[in-house]
C-alpha cells in the first residue's frame, strides 16, 4: 500500500525554528520565484511555498510580497542569497538535506571537470 506523506499547511513564522533553517537551506536564494498557488478548503486560491522532509510535505502559505519580506529582513540572507557562513552551519546541522539541496552533485560535477584532461 502506497502510503502518503502528511500535509502540513501553516505560516512561516508559525514553523519551528528547525524547519525554518531547512527551508533557508533548500531555498538558498530566495522563495518567491517557487511559490505555487492551490485551492484551499474554502476553495479560494492561497499560495505557498512547498517543502518536503522525509515525514511530511508542507506547504508554507506566503504571497509574494511576504516571500520577499522574509528574505530582506532575515539576517541569514544578505542581498537575497543566503550567506555562505550560515549556509555551511545548516549543512551540518541537516547534513540529510544535501540530497535535497543537490549540493553532492555540484561535488561530484566538479570532481568529474577537474579530472577531465582537456580541462
Known amino acids: ?7 502540513i499547511i501553516k505560516d512561516y513564522d508559525k514553523l519551528d525554528k528547525s524547519i525554518q533553517e531547512q527551508i533557508k537551506l533548500s531555498y538558498p536564494e530566495g522563495f ?9 478548503k474554502d476553495g479560494k486560491y492561497v499560495s505557498a511555498l512547498p ?3 522525509e515525514d511530511h ?9 511576504e516571500a520577499d519580506m522574509i528574505i530582506s529582513t532575515d539576517e541569514d540572507y544578505e542581498g537575497g542569497i543566503l550567506k555562505e557562513e550560515v549556509k555551511e552551519m545548516f549543512e ?8 535535497m539541496t543537490g549540493k553532492e552533485d ?6 568529474k571537470e577537474q579530472e577531465d584532461p582537456r580541462i
Do not use: A, C, H, W
Not at 500500500?1 to 500535509?7: E, G, L, S
Not at 510535505?57 to 510580497?65: A, I, N
Open 92 to 99: 551540518g546541522k541537516y547534513p540529510e538535506m544535501e540530497m
Open 1 to 7: 500500500m502506497n502510503k502518503t506523506k502528511p500535509r
Open 57 to 65: 510535505y508542507y506547504l508554507v502559505r506566503m504571497t509574494e510580497d
Open 51 to 53: 517543502f518536503e522532509t
Open 106 to 111: 555540484e561535488e561530484e560535477e566538479e570532481d
Open 32 to 40: 518567491s520565484q517557487y511559490l505555487i498557488t492551490f485551492l484551499n
